[in-house]
DNA sequence: CAAACCAGACCGACCGGTCTGTCTTCATGT
DNA sequence: ACATGAAGACAGACCGGTCGGTCTGGTTTG
C-alpha cells in the first residue's frame, strides 16, 4: 500500500467512528506513522481527503453488498440478497468500519454543519433508495408480489429498517441483534410475496 | 425564563444540529447573550451541562410521545397512538429540534467518544425498547395480536423503523417522507392483528 | 539535476476552563 | 428606617492546548 492509499484507509477507519470534524489530520498522521509534509504532499485540504475517503467507502459498499446480485434473477430475491450481504459482509466489517457504517456517522454530523460535504453522501442514499424501489416495482410487475403491495411504502420501511438497524448496530455492537432485525426485515418481504 | 434555563433550551437547540463536541460553549453564551462567568456561575463544566440538558430532552421527549396513551387500554392501540405522536407531535419540534431528533444526534457522535455520557442516552433506548415490547407480549396475551407473531421481532422493526425515520428526517427535513414512514410502520403493526 | 516525497517547526484561530473584579440582592444588627 | 457585609450573579481578560494549514529544508528517485 502506497502512503496515500494507507492514509485513505486509516481515515476511513477513524471517520467510522469519530466523523470528520472530531477526527484530526494528526492523529490520522501518527497511526499511520507520517507528517504533515507527507499528507499535504498527496491531498490538498481535509475536505479533499473526504471525497477521496468517500470513493474507497462507496467502493468497498458495493463490493459487499452487491455481491452475487448478478447471478439472481427475481428482484425481489436480489433485495433479500442484498439484506443478507448487508449485515453479513457489509456491517460486520469492523477492518474499515469499526465505528459501524461511515456513512450514518458522518451524515448525522455533517448534514448541518457541512452540508456539501452531507450531499456527496446523500447522492448515493438517493440512488440506494432507488435502487431498492425499481426492484420492488419490477417484482410487482412480473407478479414476484401481491398486487395489493405498495413498493413506495415498502421502500421506505426497509430503507428505514436498514438505517435504523445500521445505528444501531453502532451503539450495541452486538451480531444477534442485527441479524434478529434484518431476517425481521428480510421475513416482512418474504410476506409479500403471492 | 432563567438565565440557567435559557442556556439548557439554546444548548439541546444546538445539541440536536451540532452535538456535544462541535457545540462550544462560546457559541451557547452569544446566542442567549451572556458570558463565560454567567456560565460557569450555574453549570461547573461542560459535561454537567450535557446532563442538565438531557433531563430537559428526556422530559420534553415523554410529554410528546407519551400523550393520551394512559386514555387507552388496548396496548397495542397504545403503541399506534406513540407512533402518531412521534411523528405527529415529537420529531416536527424544530422549536426545541430544530436539527432533528436530539438523541439521535447525540448517540451517533458519542458512542465512541464519549461512553459515558453516550450510557445516559442509551439508557432511555433501552427503556423505550423494552416498553415497546412489553406491551406487544401484553396484546399478544390478551388476544390483540395474532397468536403467530414475535413480539421481540416486531419490537426490533419498529424500534429501527424509528430510529431509521429520525435519520431520514433530520437529512430530508421531509414531512411528507416522515409520514409515510411512519404510516407504513402503523399499517405493518395492524396488519398483525386477528 | 530536477522533481517528487516527506519531516517538522511554525502560524493564527478557536477550544474548555480559570480567575479577577464589578454589581446586585437581601438578611441582619442597631 | 437605614447602614452593612456576605453571597450570588455576571462580565471579560487570560491560559494552556489543539486544530487545519503553510513553509522551509533535507532526502530519495528517475
Not at 494528526?26 to 471525497?51: C, M, P, R
Not at 433479500?80 to 450481504?85: A, S, T
Not at 457504517?101 to 456539501?116: A, G, K, N, S, W
Not at 446523500?122 to 416495482?137: A, C, P, S, Y
Amino acid at each position: 500500500m502506497t502512503l496515500k492509499e494507507k492514509i485513505i484507509h486509516e481515515t476511513l477507519r477513524q471517520f467510522s467512528t469519530k466523523g470528520f470534524l472530531s477526527t484530526s489530520i494528526t492523529d490520522i498522521l501518527e497511526a499511520v506513522g507520517t507528517s504533515k509534509g507527507g499528507f499535504y504532499n498527496h491531498f490538498e485540504s481535509k475536505e479533499a481527503l473526504f471525497f477521496h475517503v468517500m470513493d474507497k467507502a462507496r467502493s468497498i459498499w458495493r463490493d459487499r453488498n452487491l455481491a452475487g446480485l448478478d447471478q439472481i434473477e427475481d428482484p425481489v430475491d436480489k433485495i433479500k440478497q442484498l439484506l443478507n450481504n448487508f449485515y453479513k459482509r457489509y456491517l460486520k466489517d469492523s477492518e474499515n468500519f469499526p465505528g459501524g457504517c461511515v456513512f450514518i456517522t458522518l451524515m448525522v454530523e455533517l448534514i448541518d454543519q457541512r452540508p456539501h460535504l452531507a450531499n456527496d453522501i446523500n447522492k448515493g442514499w438517493v440512488g440506494f433508495k432507488g435502487f431498492i424501489q425499481r426492484h420492488l416495482e419490477a417484482g410487482k410487475a412480473t407478479g414476484k408480489l401481491r398486487s395489493d403491495v405498495n413498493p413506495e411504502a415498502v421502500t421506505e420501511i426497509l430503507f428505514t429498517g436498514i438505517l435504523g438497524a445500521s445505528v444501531n448496530y453502532s451503539v450495541e455492537k452486538s451480531d444477534d441483534s442485527l441479524e434478529k432485525t434484518v431476517n425481521s426485515l428480510i421475513d416482512y418481504l418474504e410476506n409479500l410475496k403471492p
